[in-house]
């Protein structure tokens, strides 16, 4: 069984600055690709940044040069970090591991004030 563990959510004011984490433990398979998506409320789930094992990243066009997305495979963790946060980038955002399956996390809800 694969679990999947967000943190680091929160609210700031527009212009600043969050980090989020993720954990995935359990029988994970390495060659395995991590990503963060969001969803604002009456909106579908779009995907923000995803990571490679090898460290191959793509972001989301809305959060490119502002987000970055990084990973420590010894410690099967994903981060976002986020800059220049704006009102719109307000939404849960869940972390997902996908190695055939895709293991989904709770969700983390991040909140920027105007």
């Known amino acids: 069984q694969v679990r999947v563990v967000e943190s680091g959510g929160g609210l700031v004011q527009a212009g600043g600055s969050l980090r989020l984490s993720c954990a995935a433990s359990g029988s994970i398979f390495s060659r395995n690709t991590m990503g963060w998506y969001r969803q604002a409320p009456g909106k579908q789930r779009d995907l923000v940044a995803a990571?490679?094992?090898?460290?191959?990243?793509s972001y989301a066009d809305s959060v490119k040069g502002r987000f970055t997305i990084s990973r420590d495979n010894a410690k099967n963790t994903v981060y976002l970090q986020m800059t220049s946060l704006k009102p719109e980038d307000t939404a849960v955002y869940y972390c997902?591991?996908?190695?055939?399956?895709?293991?989904w996390g709770q969700g983390t809800q991040v909140t920027v004030s105007s």
């Open positions: 997902c591991l996908t190695a055939g399956s895709s293991y």
């Open positions: 990571i490679s094992y090898g460290g191959t990243s």
